[in-house]
């Protein structure tokens, strides 16, 4: 039985068209044909300053309701998009707002005490 999955309404993202943060609202999701909403299905963001859509997979993103603690970066776990996660260089939280695939991914993230301090940092290394 397929896991269900419910993804949050809204998310901070990345825009690669507006190059900064945004809210995104939750569009839809693109399923195969008659089947169920997993954690594999795809779930279309709209950016709310251009519109352009942003698609991710459900192990991509949190999900609904989302109350996990915050997490310690390290290069070895995977992180989720709209996760907040500590990391020893900076002294407050970052929001994971975006992630790029390859091997090893990267997740994107933002830290709002720097004005416009985007970094990014490998994730999921030797998974
Ligand atoms: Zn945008």
Redesign the pocket.
């Known amino acids: 039985m397929a896991v269900m999955f419910k993804p949050v309404r809204s998310l901070m993202l990345y825009?690669r068209?507006?190059r900064k943060v945004?809210p995104a609202e939750f569009d839809r999701v693109i399923t195969a044909e008659k089947a169920d909403i997993d954690i594999n299905s795809l779930f279309d963001y709209l950016?709310t300053?251009?519109n352009?859509v942003h698609t991710f997979s459900g192990i991509d993103i949190i999900a609904e309701p989302h109350s996990e603690p915050i997490r310690d970066y390290a290069i070895n776990k995977r992180f989720l998009i709209g996760e907040k996660l500590s990391h020893p260089s900076f002294e407050i939280p970052g929001l994971i707002v975006g992630k790029e695939p390859g091997r090893p991914s990267s997740i994107i993230v933002s830290f709002a005490s720097r004005k416009g301090s985007i970094k990014k940092f490998v994730e999921n290394f030797g998974g």
């Open positions: 825009c068209y507006c945004v950016c300053n251009c352009h």
